[in-house]
């Protein structure tokens, strides 16, 4: 049995669904985890689905942490900005039936992954994985740029890298200004023929996930002895799309913290080199500071504060809900907490 109170920390994000449970703002074992994205649809984020994959992996956690409630949870969710109404909606109802979260906050996957990264401290955070969105903040409000999706912008992530790649595979297969033998090779490698490419794409749900399985060729190209030019601009151009979203949302100081965090910062040298010159070019005064950690991190550590008062995190309804519920003899009563509306704080 565990000693101290658990806290439920969920990522769901574009590569699938992260749930882990934490106590004392650490993980106490290995998340449990689904590679299936969360359905998007009409709608919004498919609240349904999400709990499809959520319940059975809470259930197991519990079981092998031999409780049976949860007093605080945070769900970290790509989309939860712009998408997230019907996770808002319904996500606190099912979560107290389930283990009696009392304190549940509902975040942009941008947040989680700002405070995996940075903590509670002002600065910037460039979350690249799939799509690509930048989060800044002074402790008084959210600023965010890009993270629109892979067909308004995620300029810099992996989809984008991908998608820029593919393209000039299939300008070299059609003899067009802008290809690469090199990246045409690679993606007939991974996908098949080049004209059978349309076919396969298209008719995914998971063409971003897809799109961005294809970064990682483009990198090697771009490494490779006798590197691509045309591989290398592309990474080049990512570079100064991720940091231009950077300075976008970073707070005016002279000694501004930035971090990058996720998947696509993996990509090593062919990524990091351009990215570090852009950085001294476009924002000169910025101190640049290795992520503490990742999204999955950054609910742990707000399911944390829900326990206590919590750090200092400005609630703006769409980047961080926090929400209370109140135990009833009938129901539970569930109150959001709203940026100086209420006698309760903003903060938390």
Do not use: N
Request: glycine residues 12%; hydrophobic residues 45%; negative net charge.
């Amino acid at each position: 049995m565990t000693a101290g109170p658990v806290v439920l920390a969920v990522d769901s994000g574009g590569s699938g669904l992260r749930a882990v449970l934490a106590v004392d703002g650490r993980p106490r074992s290995a998340p449990l985890r689904s590679a299936r994205p969360v359905r998007t649809g009409p709608q919004g984020i498919d609240a349904e689905h999400f709990l499809e994959q959520l319940v059975p992996m809470a259930r197991a956690l519990l079981a092998d942490a031999q409780v049976t409630e949860v007093p605080a949870a945070a769900v970290g969710a790509a989309g939860m900005a712009t998408l997230g109404d019907r996770l808002r909606a319904e996500l606190p109802g099912a979560l107290a039936r389930e283990w009696g979260v009392r304190r549940l906050a509902l975040a942009a996957d941008a947040v989680t992954a700002y405070v995996g990264a940075l903590g509670f401290r002002p600065g910037a955070v460039v979350a690249g994985g799939t799509g690509m969105i930048a989060t800044g903040t002074d402790l008084v409000s959210w600023r965010r740029a890009d993270g629109w999706g892979h067909l308004l912008g995620d300029c810099g992530g992996g989809a984008w890298i991908g998608r820029a790649g593919l393209d000039a595979a299939m300008r070299a297969h059609d003899g067009r200004r802008g290809g690469s033998a090199a990246l045409l090779a690679r993606a007939e490698a991974v996908f098949g023929p080049a004209p059978d490419l349309p076919g396969l794409l298209y008719p995914r749900s998971d063409r971003p996930a897809v799109l961005a399985s294809f970064a990682p060729e483009v990198a090697a190209c771009a490494a490779e002895e006798v590197a691509d030019p045309v591989a290398q601009d592309v990474l080049r151009r990512a570079a100064a799309h991720i940091v231009e979203a950077a300075a976008a949302v970073a707070p005016r100081s002279a000694q501004c913290e930035v971090a990058f965090t996720g998947g696509v910062f993996k990509m090593g040298a062919p990524l990091l080199d351009p990215l570090a010159e852009e950085l001294a070019r476009q924002l000169p005064g910025a101190r640049r500071t290795e992520a503490e950690g990742d999204p999955l991190l950054g609910s742990v550590r707000i399911a944390t504060g829900l326990l206590t008062d919590g750090p200092g995190l400005p609630i703006d309804g769409r980047m961080l809900s926090s929400l209370h519920t109140e135990a009833d003899d009938e129901e539970r009563v569930f109150r959001a907490h709203s940026s100086g509306k209420s006698d309760e704080s903003d903060k938390i």
